[in-house]
């Protein structure tokens, strides 16, 4: 054990044990002299005798060395510098492959990432594996939750775990004295919920029996960024009177900011005070119930037990409970997304795939390389090196290569991964899941890393050493010149696919690009970063029928109309390009489809401001007035999208129509139509923009609705106007979601945002890597027909000549590259093009420019090894030869 | 023509232990010569194997070297048994004499 520790320390302190050795065998050797000069011999016969008693030096000092530490370790760092010189006397091949590599694994992390925040990360609470969630599923599978009956049922008899609790979202209203009301997310959550999934709060107490009674006194626990932003972390938190849902409560703890169960909640009351909630009818089952297993209980004997359970209430519930199953799922199962899915897999392999690529044109550089360092190798093989320790070089060597490019890697990754992370909005995924590095990310990044090293430098290593090293001498620098011809092919066959994909890659983002670009132009120009957009719910019990609502609305247009720098201010249940619900339209005098069906449209009701706040002049008709919507004064107004779909070239106005909810019959009022408006899409994402139909918002104005303003200035100076403006009228009411329409509109739309920059990042790299595929594959080529081109150029060959010979493999490869893509391309728009989209992807004007693009990349690719074949030396070259 | 004879590993440990033993500190050389001067064939041992040996014997415990002058005034490693090598040297000893005594009357048995 000693030795062994010795040994290990050895293996770093090696300079010191060297010179000691030194010195002791030089006195050895001096006294093996002294005593043969004694026997007789003269001085120089006495040293050659003591050199042959002595045997060999060189092997007395392995022989130590390997005695003394860990060989091996000794060889590793001995191989490390050479590697490390190496790398240094090739700056240009070294920077290329680090950064091909860096970009291989960046993209992998980055994908990885991106995997295991939405897959595999889960909930930061203790033991998540022991927390399960608690459901039901009906007859026909669907899955639910449980109701408070039930719930309070199976609290009281269940035995597997050591507790359960019950969870309810509700948002909420947060007011204050003198302060504007917030909206948060809030939540309902049982006494015992905290505890059971190990949180503490860090000011405080969390909620305890008492408190979940019906009745009992309003308490709430807040959370950590609440109480920095909104209370700017008051140490005197504790005990505050502040005044939730328009009732007064005390805040009784606060929350750590990272903790934010379950859907990014900052505000948590006790079930208990959950409206309604004794009088809960047995199959409400909107309760998320969640609990921890006993220390001496499993999953499965959780499951038998709802199952007992759900047996015995199916008895002595029939009508309630006949039908419905238990369902208990490990929390993080049910919350995170599913790895074996589809887009999650694609992620996973598309990761790969680039990484492959990374590596496989680093192994193409390693094989120039090889070729140049064919003569070094031989020399170190004809002096004794054996075969494994030249490999091992050379994989040291490629270690150094993916270690460094590791480190590039990383920093990619996390370039990519906070541009990635602009685009999503704050609130758009829940709290856990995070686009940040991890261990479990690093710890794959790291073994990635070191499996690309056998990938891309094993290869380029047995090659080497397959070499004859008598030739190699003689030849002096030309393995095999290109190598075999059916190494070609695999090069050839490789460069062609790298083509074809990036040519795809290219083709996908263009196309995306162009189609958005057509979709703007059909639509109306909307200025929408000028636009101030922001939403309120009115309460059921102080809102309680529409007259009351209507009233509301007028009285904030009112107001907000006085404030000073605001030009327009309309109301609407929507806001544009933001999505709206789809509603069966039936236009008077049509009949309904096949399966009685109606057309799907967008339905917005919007004020009689609305198209002016937009400044969006109609095209025809007039806009609405006071008195629209009210009965027997049913109108509508239609986009010039509709009406190009429904009525062609006729004139819709004066036309009846009525919408009604996809599935049910439509019943109610028809409305006339008034007026035409310019083509504004609803719904974000597609190729060409949707039809909507307007109606009056006075007719049905819902609790919850859009408020838009148009100001001389930018949007966000007005904001803090609006809300003091709208706390003048009603103290309690928050405004929420207040930023500039281009915003909203950008935040809506972030899955489509993200995955744009993700494709476009994706196709630049594909390029990139096809551009120092074709260049490793030329250099190689060059080099490889070193005397042949010289040859020439002695024999009078034209600069333009030699330059041609390179050039002309290079475009065979790219041109193969091309087709190979084309028909790639063609294949995917067939599979992934919608029929109906307006333009395909094997469009010329998209495929032209892009192979006039990659053109120009190839020849900046073969820039270098041309320069270097047209630079040749012809005696040099030629003298190699012979 | 003398052989050259490969000894085990274990049983150059033994003997340097024993020289060290019996002729107190000694430097490389001089176990060399001492190794050459006992053993009735000359052992014909490349000197410098003696120094794995040495190392390994010093990591062990079992041998202390040390910097010294010898009476020409030239420096030399001097190595000394330390107490762990003598109770290690005894130990060896015994299983040597033991496994030779049984090889002998393995031997000797024939009839």
């Known amino acids: 054990m000693r030795r062994h520790l010795l040994r290990l320390l050895n293996a770093f302190g090696h300079r010191r044990a060297e010179d000691d050795l030194s010195r002791e065998l030089a006195s050895h050797l001096a006294m093996l002299e002294e005593a043969h000069v004694r026997r007789g011999l003269t001085p120089d016969e006495a040293r050659l005798a003591a050199r042959r008693a002595m045997g060999s030096v060189a092997l007395v000092r392995d022989a130590h060395r390997d005695a003394r530490s860990v060989a091996w370790l000794d060889d590793l760092r001995r191989d490390g510098r050479h590697a490390v010189r190496r790398l240094r006397q090739a700056p240009g091949f070294a920077a290329t492959a680090i950064l091909t590599l860096g970009l291989g694994i960046g993209v992998n992390s980055t994908f990885f990432t991106i995997v295991n925040a939405i897959c595999l990360r889960g909930l930061p609470i203790e033991a998540p594996e022991h927390v399960l969630t608690l459901g039901t599923r009906d007859a026909q599978g669907r899955a639910g939750g449980l109701s408070y009956p039930e719930f309070e049922a199976l609290r009281s008899t269940q035995r597997s775990f050591a507790g359960v609790a019950a969870y309810a979202n509700a948002p909420v209203a947060l007011a204050d004295e003198g302060r504007v009301a917030d909206r948060l997310m809030g939540a309902h959550i049982s006494a015992a919920g905290f505890d059971l999934l190990g949180e503490r709060p860090i000011l405080g107490r969390g909620f305890r029996p008492e408190d979940d009674r019906p009745g009992a006194p309003p308490v709430v626990v807040i959370g950590g960024s609440v109480w920095r932003s909104r209370y700017a972390a008051d140490p005197e938190i504790i005990g505050r009177a502040v005044i939730v849902n328009r009732t007064p409560a005390t805040v009784v703890g606060v929350m750590p900011d990272g903790f934010r169960f379950l859907q990014n909640t900052e505000l948590w009351q006790p079930l208990g005070t959950l409206a309604g909630l004794p009088d809960q009818r047995r199959d409400l089952r909107s309760l998320f119930v969640f609990g921890r297993l006993a220390p001496d209980a499993s999953v499965d004997r959780a499951r038998a037990e709802l199952e007992v359970l759900g047996d015995l209430w199916a008895r002595e519930f029939p009508e309630t409970n006949r039908a419905i199953g238990g369902r208990v799922v490990p929390i993080n199962e049910a919350m995170n997304g599913r790895i074996t899915e589809r887009t999650w897999l694609a992620f996973i392999t598309a990761g790969a795939l680039v990484l492959l690529i990374a590596c496989a044109n680093v192994a193409n550089l390693l094989l120039m390389r090889g070729a140049v360092r064919g003569r070094e190798i031989a020399i170190r093989a004809s002096i004794g090196a054996t075969r494994g320790r030249l490999v091992r070089q050379l994989l040291i060597e490629s270690a150094l290569l993916a270690a460094l490019g590791a480190v590039v890697g990383i920093g990619s990754s996390l370039l990519g991964l906070h541009l990635l992370s602009s685009v999503v909005p704050p609130e758009a995924l829940p709290y856990w899941m995070t686009l940040t590095i991890d261990g479990r990310v690093l710890a794959v990044l790291v073994s990635v890393s070191v499996a690309s090293v056998f990938v891309f430098g094993l290869a380029p290593a047995l090659h080497l050493l397959r070499v004859d090293v008598n030739q190699v001498l003689k030849d002096s620098g030309r393995p095999g010149a290109t190598g075999a011809p059916g190494s070609r092919r695999w090069t050839t066959a490789f460069l062609a696919v790298e083509f074809a994909l990036t040519l795809v890659l290219l083709a996908v983002v263009v196309d995306g690009a162009r189609q958005q670009s057509v979709a703007e132009r059909a639509e109306f120009p909307l200025d929408a970063a000028r636009l101030l957009s922001m939403w309120v719910t009115l309460p059921g019990q102080e809102y309680p029928s529409p007259e009351s609502r209507i009233a509301f609305y007028d009285a904030v247009a009112e107001r907000l109309g006085s404030v000073a720098g605001v030009a327009s201010v309309a109301t609407s249940s929507a806001l544009p390009r933001v999505g709206a619900p789809p509603m069966q339209l039936e236009i008077g005098g049509s009949e309904p489809s096949v399966d009685g069906a109606f057309p799907t449209v967008a339905a917005v009701e919007a004020g009689e401001d609305f198209f002016d706040t937009l400044a969006m002049p109609l095209v025809r008709g007039r806009t609405f007035t006071r008195a629209d919507g009210s009965p027997g004064q049913e109108v509508a107004i239609v986009n010039q999208r509709l009406a190009d779909m429904f009525f062609g070239t006729r004139d819709p106005i004066g036309r009846l129509v009525r919408v009604g909810r996809p599935g049910s019959a439509l019943s109610g009022p028809w409305a006339r139509i008034v007026g035409v408006s310019p083509t504004l899409r609803q719904r974000p994402g597609g190729p060409l923009p949707d039809p909507v139909v307007y109606l009056p918002h006075r007719s049905a104005p819902a609790a919850t609705a859009a408020i838009l303003v148009r100001g001389t200035g930018p949007p966000d100076g007005l904001a803090r106007a609006a809300r003091q403006a709208l706390q003048g009228l009603d103290p309690h009411l928050p405004l929420y979601r207040v930023m500039s329409l281009q915003r909203a509109i950008d935040e809506s739309g972030w899955n489509g945002r993200m995955a744009e920059m993700l494709a476009r990042g994706i196709a630049v790299i594909a390029l990139l890597m096809a551009l120092v595929g074709l260049y490793a594959v030329t250099a190689h080529a060059v080099h490889g027909w070193g005397p042949e081109l010289g040859l020439r150029i002695a024999l009078g060959a034209q600069p333009r000549g030699v330059a041609w010979i390179v050039l002309r493999r290079a475009l065979t490869q790219l041109a193969l590259g091309l087709v190979v893509g084309l028909a790639c391309t063609y294949a995917f728009d067939r599979l992934f093009t919608d029929a109906a989209a307006p333009h395909r992807l094997t469009d010329a004007r998209v495929l032209g420019p892009l192979a006039v693009l990659m053109a120009l990349v190839a020849l900046a690719a073969c820039a270098i090894p041309v320069r270097r074949a047209v630079r040749l030396d012809p005696v040099v070259a030629l003298r190699a030869e012979s | ?111």
């Open chain 2, 1 to 111: 023509m003398a052989e050259h004879v490969e000894l085990l590993q274990g049983t150059l440990n033994l003997i340097v232990l024993r020289a060290l033993s019996t002729m107190g500190p000694q430097h490389a050389y001089g176990l060399a010569v001492r190794l050459d001067q006992v053993a009735e064939h000359p052992l014909m041992l490349n000197q410098g194997t003696l120094y794995p040996a040495l190392v390994r014997l010093e990591q062990k415990g079992w041998i202390k070297g040390a910097w010294q002058r010898t009476e020409s005034n030239r420096e030399a490693k001097y190595y000394a048994i330390t107490r762990a090598g003598t109770r290690a040297l005894d130990k060896q000893t015994e299983r040597w004499r033991r496994l030779a005594g049984l090889v002998d009357k393995l031997l000797l048995d024939e009839p």
